[in-house]
């Protein structure tokens, strides 16, 4: 059963593979994995970011990510 939820930091690492295997292209994806996995880091404690994942069991298998005001996060 597939379940829809705000993520936690445990997911971001799987929230960046994710990324960089599925969006190839763009800046933050030549950053690679590791600064990637920072990043959604960020966005899942930031007040003014957020972080939905989809997923599969215990398997991530889709994400959504924003911010509300780029300049606060």
């Known amino acids: ?3 829809i939820k705000p993520s936690d ?3 971001c ?3 960046a593979r994710l990324h960089a ?3 190839k292209t763009g800046f933050l994806s030549s950053l690679g994995k590791d600064f ?3 990043l959604y880091e960020s966005v899942v404690s930031s ?3 957020f972080c939905i994942v989809a997923k ?3 398997k991530v298998i889709g994400f959504i990510s924003g911010t509300t005001d780029i300049g606060k996060f």
């Open 1 to 3: 059963m597939i379940k």
């Open 9 to 11: 930091k445990g997911e």
């Open 13 to 15: 690492k799987d929230i």
């Open 21 to 23: 295997e599925y969006i």
């Open 36 to 38: 990637l996995g920072l």
């Open 47 to 49: 007040n003014h970011a």
């Open 56 to 58: 599969d069991g215990d």
